[in-house]
């Protein structure tokens, strides 16, 4: 019946819409598969895209956050052009575009075909489940059910490989499930088997190896066990011993220590045994100060999008023993302030504070619905992040993990709007 009611709405729905339909439902798959698919669809909803909006279908509001993207899209690719590496520059900054029409285009199909979010939901609730499974057969027997070997007993890729990325795009899928869980359905059904699976999410973060997102998934399960306890019931709250217990257990009695030395490693690595505290370790600290130094020679466009890894060996290092060159500073602010200058990191710390007051006024909302919405922002901000240590912010894989979720925020913020 289920599949039935879908093939039935499918086939009734536009050549343009059953396009992006398939679109829609392979991205989350290929983030998991790789450029090879990932590329192909975002070209697409972006041809779909422009000729929607050339031909005026799309009536998209402009308000101040898109015209700020626009603006730091500019910028960009302003900065490539003026970089001493032009066309490698380019080939990062202009296709950034892609992302945004991407999301223009998913917001179009949501909106004009409502009854897609439920069997996306389940759809990516059997998604996250199979990769669930993937990753827990790895943990236990050291393969995946690709025959991928583990790299230890405590660090799985599941099917990923060589990528060290399962824990995001775990943390990622995990936020966009709870959000649409708790906007889709207006009653409450299941809910101890659908708190099972998140707890589990987090359990397998800590195989992954992946610290910030061991960090962020504590994060998601803190924000979901309290909306829980707010629109249930406050016993919920007792649930926060749980993802706790878990950690505590792992720190203490996990073999070989490896829960523990990855904390202390870390701690090592900030206070250098206690003689220095750094910005994270030593090499991080190489890329934050070659980073100024790139920005002080061009500071106001910056040396150019993804161009930090062309210009760092030519800054003298700050720690000889660390290296201070790579593709990326590790750190999105000291990304944007020398690939984008102050103008780039002016626009990108408006769109980071603008994001956090949204998140902030979802989360003291009296409307339950409204609050949940938190859930689709949390994998931006984590995204964007300006603080903590990240991916490359240009990285096409990291952007679409990071952007995902907005069409859902902007589809169900309108719903509790009207």
């Not at 489940?129 to 790895?138: H, N, T």
């Not at 966009?176 to 708190?195: A, D, E, K, Q, V």
């Not at 964007?384 to 907005?406: E, H, Q, V, Y």
Request: aromatic residues 18%; positive net charge.
């Amino acid at each position: 019946m289920f599949i039935s009611d879908f093939k039935s709405n499918y086939i009734n729905l536009d050549k343009k819409f059953k396009i992006l339909l398939i679109v829609f439902f392979l991205l989350p798959l290929s983030l998991i598969v790789g450029p090879a698919t990932l590329e192909p669809l975002l070209f697409t909803s972006s041809l779909i895209g422009i000729y929607l909006l050339y031909k005026n279908v799309i009536k998209f509001k402009f308000n101040f956050i898109i015209y700020i993207l626009i603006l730091l899209y500019l910028v960009s690719v302003i900065s490539s052009l003026l970089s001493n590496d032009i066309f490698f520059s380019l080939r990062s900054s202009l296709p950034l575009i892609r992302f945004f029409l991407t999301i223009i285009v998913i917001y179009y199909l949501i909106e004009n075909n409502e009854w897609i979010l439920k069997y996306f939901f389940f759809y990516i609730v059997i998604l996250l489940s199979f990769v669930l499974i993937d990753a827990s057969i790895q943990t236990l027997f050291g393969y995946n059910l690709l025959f991928l070997k583990s790299k230890s007993n405590y660090l799985i890729t599941g099917f990923f490989g060589e990528e060290k990325v399962l824990g995001r795009y775990l943390m990622v899928l995990m936020s966009l499930t709870i959000g649409l869980y708790f906007s889709i359905f207006n009653r409450i059904i299941n809910i101890n088997y659908f708190t099972l699976l998140i707890i589990f999410v987090n359990s397998i973060l800590i195989f992954t190896s992946e610290r910030l997102s061991m960090f962020y998934g504590f994060i998601i399960i803190f924000f979901y066990i309290i909306y829980l306890s707010k629109i249930n019931s406050k016993k919920y709250l007792l649930l926060l011993l749980i993802p706790i217990f878990i950690y505590l257990s792992f720190y203490k009695y996990s073999s070989e220590n490896f829960f523990y030395n990855k904390i202390k490693d870390t701690f090592k690595q900030i206070t250098d045994y206690n003689s220095h505290i750094h910005f994270y370790s030593k090499e991080h600290e190489n890329f934050a100060y070659t980073s100024i130094e790139l920005f002080k020679e061009k500071p106001i466009i910056g040396i150019g999008p993804k161009n930090f890894r062309n210009e760092c060996d030519k800054i003298k290092k700050k720690y000889i023993e660390s290296s201070n060159c790579s593709t990326h500073p590790h750190h999105n602010f000291f990304q944007i302030l020398s690939e984008v200058g102050i103008i780039g990191c002016v626009i990108y710390l408006i769109i980071f504070l603008s994001l956090l007051k949204l998140l902030i006024k979802n989360l003291l909302s009296q409307n339950k619905k409204k609050i949940a919405l938190i859930f689709f922002l949390l994998p931006t901000i984590f995204y964007i992040n300006p603080i903590l240590p990240s991916g490359n912010i240009f990285n096409n894989w990291n952007m679409m993990m990071g952007l995902i979720t907005i069409p859902f925020y902007l589809i169900f913020n309108k719903k509790n709007e009207i």
